[in-house]
């Protein structure tokens, strides 16, 4: 760095430092800038709870958002995009084609009486938590 560049620097900074010390009530954050830092603060905390439902509703976290009235029983895939499934309403079955632009109703069924009512899966890591506690209270209980 060359000496006059120096110099050119301090001199148009010294006004500034010198108004700066001679102000110290002036030199805290703006009104401005403090309503700004709180409205990007609130539009943050905004869009992560926007995001946090758009997740769970993706996703089907919300507890009690499972529809009692309406429940795939099974679906098979029959092309890339094509697939048919049976989709139980109100004690009757529909066979149902689903493509990618479309769904067809393609038969109506009785729904059978003699299946055993629907166990819900639970997930792989559900189920490995469960055996997880059940070994560590194990290790306790033997201690």
Not at 116 to 133: D, K
């Amino acid at each position: 760095m060359t000496l006059s560049k120096i110099v050119r620097g301090s001199l148009f900074g010294l006004p500034l430092s010198v108004w700066a010390a001679a102000n110290p009530a002036q030199v805290g954050p703006s009104g401005v800038g403090s309503i700004m830092q709180v409205i990007l603060a609130l539009g943050l905390v905004l869009g992560l709870i926007v995001g946090a439902a758009w997740l769970m509703r993706r996703f089907a976290l919300l507890p009690g958002a499972a529809n009692q009235h309406l429940r795939v029983v099974s679906g098979v895939m029959v092309g890339q995009r094509e697939r048919v499934v049976i989709v139980e309403v109100q004690e009757r079955w529909l066979v149902l084609g689903v493509t990618g632009e479309q769904v067809n109703l393609l038969h109506t069924l009785d729904k059978p009486e003699h299946l055993p009512a629907p166990v819900p899966a639970a997930p792989a890591f559900a189920q490995w938590l469960q055996a997880a506690i059940e070994k560590r209270k194990g290790a306790k209980n033997a201690l």
